[in-house]
């Protein structure tokens, strides 16, 4: 934690190659044995240290020693001959024991006990490192399947933009090619029925019929719209040769063709 740069928001990769970790599951899970582990190690210090100041104290208590006090300036015997009991005695050496030291002994009441502050500080830093970089790794996750989601919703909408253009160009070419099929095939179903057969008997017909009024008149003689004058001519044996009855023809079958449309 202390080789992380500051301020902590880092990329992923710098993290995982600074605490030498493969992938982030493993990163999460050294991450999630570092918190327990700072919950229960230092609690457990702590204690230690309250122990060691308890039997510190213990050992202060057992090997104090008494200072005696200084000898008076008169003359005095050193050793005097008391005629206390043996208890007042005991009493007596207790107390000045008490008031000779001067120094105060640690209270062992554990609900006296002080915990050291930068004891304290340090575990709440180490939680909060290790949640904030717990929280800096899950954003980092989330942010990175979020671009890989939207990346593939982009490449699905082009190709469904290219299919559906493709698909515009075949329904077009289909149409086309439908339309003209339908057309042939109503042409040719119709040349095929027996009423265009019925339609063309009846302009063959037509034209025979015609054909014959014309010859009838020319042979008597009377002057006919469209014919050259060779066709009325004296002689009553000449007939009409093949371009004259191709241009009688004709115009038979213009004339009926104005009748074919109107209907």
């Known amino acids: 934690m202390k080789d992380l740069p ?16 493969p992938d982030v599951k493993h990163l999460l899970f050294e991450v999630r044995y570092l918190t327990k582990y700072i919950e229960e190690e230092i609690p457990f210090k702590v204690r230690l240290s309250i122990q060691a100041g308890r039997s510190e104290a213990k050992m202060l208590k057992k090997s104090s020693k008494v200072h005696e006090p200084p000898a008076p ?23 000045g024991i008490s008031t000779s030291t001067g120094q105060v002994l640690p209270d062992p009441s554990p609900s006296k006990l002080h915990v050291p502050r930068d004891v304290l500080k340090h ?10 970089l717990i929280k800096l790794v899950e954003a980092q996750a989330t942010i990175t399947q979020l671009l890989k989601d939207q990346k593939v919703s982009g490449e699905k909408v082009v190709v469904l ?3 559906k253009k493709k698909s515009r160009t075949l329904i077009i070419e289909k149409d086309a090619a ?11 179903d119709f040349k095929n029925s027996t009423e265009f057969k019925t ?12 054909i014959y009024d014309v010859e009838v008149k020319r042979k008597a003689g009377v002057k006919i719209d ?13 007939d ?4 004259e009855i191709e241009s009688v023809l004709r115009q038979a079958f213009s004339s009926d063709d104005e009748s074919i449309d109107v209907e």
């Open 73 to 95: 300036s008169s003359k005095v015997p050193s050793k005097q001959k008391s005629d206390d009991p043996p208890a007042l005695l005991k009493k007596k050496k207790l107390e």
């Open 199 to 210: 339609i063309i008997q009846d302009h063959l017909q037509e034209a025979w019929d015609h």
């Open 161 to 163: 933009e290219a299919e």
């Open 178 to 188: 439908l339309f003209g099929l339908e057309s042939s095939r109503v042409n040719e």
């Open 240 to 243: 009409l040769d093949g371009a």
């Open 123 to 132: 575990r709440c830093l180490g939680r909060r490192k290790a949640d904030d």
């Open 226 to 238: 469209g014919l050259t004058t060779s066709h009325t001519s004296e002689d009553p044996s000449s």
């Open 6 to 21: 500051v301020p902590l928001h880092v990329r992923e990769e710098d993290i995982l190659r600074i605490l030498n970790i």
